[in-house]
């Protein structure tokens, strides 16, 4: 054999070695890499575990106590459940009816605020008391009117409430009754009936106002002005006849302890019923004094809310 050949054959048999022990080393190196993989198996990825079961726990915690904290703010600021229902009784002697009634009861439910829905029931129950005891005393009356029991004619009396203000903080009415009890004509009044709805509280002038001094002033001067323009289309009585009770302004700075006002979406509204200011047939006047001339004198829990004003304006 030449070298040449030798040469050729030699270097056929160092690629056929050198394939070989490649082929071991390939498979040593995976043996090694099966062996490691059961000792120290893969770590699982904790995000796609995230993304399948929701936030970690503590955020999932975090988020129930912030919506609980939302729905006890939202329950807090929610109207309450008011039930208006209109009665009608008659009373008679013999067969003959000597005085009709028409009123309202009225329910209320604060719903999670148990202590508040007590003490407004309280101040219902006691007015619907006062007016069955009131009743019972007028049918005594008509049955001793000539009027009643000679004429055909009968007493009634009337009692109503409609709901003013309701939105969690403040709960106001305005209640109005009216009848007639014999004389020339009947009658007509109306008052206020105010609650701080979170407490119950029945509210006056006294409880609202920051600064009471400046409240007065503000609603007096008011009250003043609207009243000037009732003077000029002759509704109001004279200045003698005023001054002869206390004088305008007098009467309505006696507004700041009564209960002839109530809450409305707007602002407060106060009162002037029948021969206070004016004659009979003039009627009753109602002032509304805006939540913007008297917000700064109120205190914040019963100023006009934000939403209202910017629904005003």
């Known amino acids: 054999m030449t070298g040449k050949w ?85 009373y008679t002697e013999g067969d003959k009816v000597v005085l009709t009634a028409d009123f309202d009861q009225v329910s209320v439910t604060v719903e999670g605020n148990e202590a508040a829905t007590q003490a407004i029931m309280a101040e219902f129950e006691k007015r619907e008391e006062s007016f069955q005891e009131s009743l019972a ?22 009692k109503g409430y409609e709901v003013k203000r309701n939105d969690g903080r403040i709960l106001s009415f305005s209640t109005g009754s009216s009848g007639f009890e014999g004389g020339a004509h009947g009658y007509y009044m109306e008052y206020g009936l105010n609650f701080d709805a979170k407490t119950g509280q029945v509210l006056a002038i006294a409880d609202i106002a920051q600064d009471e001094a400046a409240f007065q002033e503000i609603c007096v001067q008011e009250m003043l002005r609207q009243c000037e323009d009732l003077r000029a289309q002759g509704l109001l009585f004279d200045e003698e006849m005023l001054d002869a009770v206390g004088g305008l302004q007098g009467i309505l700075e006696g507004k700041m302890e009564g209960v002839e006002w109530y809450f409305t979406e707007e602002g407060i509204c106060f009162i002037s019923n029948i021969y206070e200011i004016a004659p009979y047939a003039a009627g009753n006047f109602l002032f509304d004094i805006p939540y913007e001339m008297i917000d700064g004198t109120l205190k914040e829990e019963y100023r006009g809310r934000t939403d209202q004003k910017a629904g005003a304006s």
């Open 137 to 158: 005393e007028l049918v005594e009356w008509a049955k001793e009117d000539t009027l009643v029991t000679d004429s055909g004619m009968s007493y009634s009396e009337e």
């Open 6 to 90: 030798k040469m050729i054959l030699g270097g056929a048999c160092m690629a056929i070695m050198l394939a070989g022990c490649g082929a071991v080393g390939d498979d040593t190196q995976k043996v090694e890499q099966e062996d490691t993989a059961d000792q120290f198996p893969p770590e699982e990825d904790d995000s796609e575990n995230e993304e399948a079961d929701g936030a970690p726990e503590e955020d999932q915690q975090e988020k129930t106590d912030v919506e609980e904290l939302v729905e006890s703010e939202t329950s807090a600021d929610r109207p309450a459940v008011v039930n208006i229902e209109h009665k009608e009784q008659e």
